[in-house]
């Protein structure tokens, strides 16, 4: 299949994963085109089924803002065009969604017919999406889109409930990279960080509100009033000023660790012993799935889609959001030495049952559907 792949091309949850998919499509032997306003994170280029193409876009003094989705919608019209593409495989509602309606009528007026395949990943449609400014184009992008997927049970069901959807959305989760994310001999860097053997409790996220930072760090107050650890805070956003000073406060400055942005998570979680992920709201959560497959247990709320990756009582524990008692019991549990070694194996095992080899031909299979039943429509 020749497949365009739309999605912002940062470090965010809906980027990566779309990169890695694209990634992973082209070593199966898909011809694979990324379209987006500049190089994904991710995306290196070492197979020859990878293409990449850059959406300029000038601002003329008439606009007061670049007009992005115009110019998305015009490269996809020319990549589909050159390249004769099979798909469109939009990451992200907002505005790829509905770049990508506009590209398909104006292909139709040339006699060129492709079907579009949306993603929702979560903000698009849990924060963004419900905005009065939007949801109407959301609503109308994500009804004629040939196949619609989200990334848990939790954000279809959310999906149905907030918008007027008359698509079947179907359910492909996340997936990780098992070969990249995986637990490493990082010793020198243990003994760095623990010189006595503390344990090592990892937080990471893009420091917004609504992963609760300050519940990261009360946590952490508390398992420390009862064992010697450290934390490591990995990432860099709106909270993260507010964080370390709270940290200074309450006297714990020398035992967290602000790193800002990594591009190897996977060396810091190899020697973790567990993750923190106390989200107001969390469509999938990615980052736990990375911890696991580091085989790093995890505390986090039961909100949104994470119960339907993180176990309670088996890789980790659920609480209610800002139940900070409770996180801390829980994370105490998992830290005690005859608990922690079970914990990591089954956060392990896991987060196998999500590697991209299981993942990917849910995606091929999917794509084959839409092409040949958009086939049927377009012939009718």
Do not use: W
């Not at 105490?332 to 070694?341: A, C, F, G, R």
Request: include cysteine.
């Amino acid at each position: 299949m020749k497949i365009g792949i739309v999605c912002y091309p940062t470090f965010g949850g809906s980027g990566v994963v779309a990169t890695e998919l694209g990634k992973a499509l082209a070593q199966e032997g898909h011809q694979v085109h990324f379209i987006t306003y500049s190089q994904p994170q991710r995306l290196e280029f070492l197979n020859e089924n990878l293409f990449y193409h850059e959406v300029n876009f000038r601002n003329y003094p008439l606009f007061e803002y670049p007009p992005y989705e115009l110019a998305l919608a015009s490269k996809m019209v020319s990549v589909v065009k050159n390249e004769q593409l099979d798909l469109l495989h939009v990451h992200y509602a907002i505005p790829h969604a509905s770049a990508a309606y506009m590209a398909k009528q104006i292909l139709k007026t040339e006699g060129i017919y492709i079907p579009v395949v949306t993603t929702l990943h979560g903000t698009d449609i849990t924060l963004v999406g419900k905005d009065a400014s939007y949801e109407p184009v959301v609503t109308f992008s994500i009804n004629e889109s040939e196949g619609v997927t989200a990334v848990s049970e939790d954000l279809r069901k959310e999906t149905y409930e907030y918008f007027d959807i008359r698509n079947e959305i179907e359910v492909i989760p996340n997936f990780i990279d098992l070969q990249k994310f995986k637990k490493q001999k990082k010793d020198h860097f243990r003994k760095a960080i623990c010189p006595n053997n503390e344990a090592l409790i990892v937080h990471t996220s893009n420091f917004r509100k609504v992963k609760r930072i300050p519940d990261v760090i009360k946590v952490f107050h508390n398992v420390l009033q009862v064992i010697p650890a450290k934390l490591l805070m990995i990432g860099d956003g709106p909270e993260r000023d507010e964080a370390e000073k709270m940290a200074k406060d309450l006297g714990m400055h020398d035992a967290v660790r602000f790193l800002g942005k990594l591009e190897a998570v996977e060396e810091v979680l190899s020697v973790a012993d567990l993750f923190l992920m106390p989200s107001e709201k969390e469509s999938f959560g990615l980052a736990a799935l990375e911890a696991m497959a580091c085989e790093v247990p995890v505390i986090s709320s039961n909100a949104g889609g994470i119960p339907e990756l993180n176990l309670h009582g088996i890789t980790g524990f659920l609480s209610n959001v800002g139940d900070i008692e409770d996180m801390t019991k829980n994370a105490l549990t998992i830290l005690d030495k005859d608990n922690l070694p079970n914990f990591k194996a089954n956060a392990l095992k896991r987060a196998q049952e999500f590697d991209i080899s299981k993942i990917l031909p849910l995606y091929e299979n999917y794509y084959q559907q839409i092409i040949e039943k958009h086939k049927l429509k377009v012939h009718r």
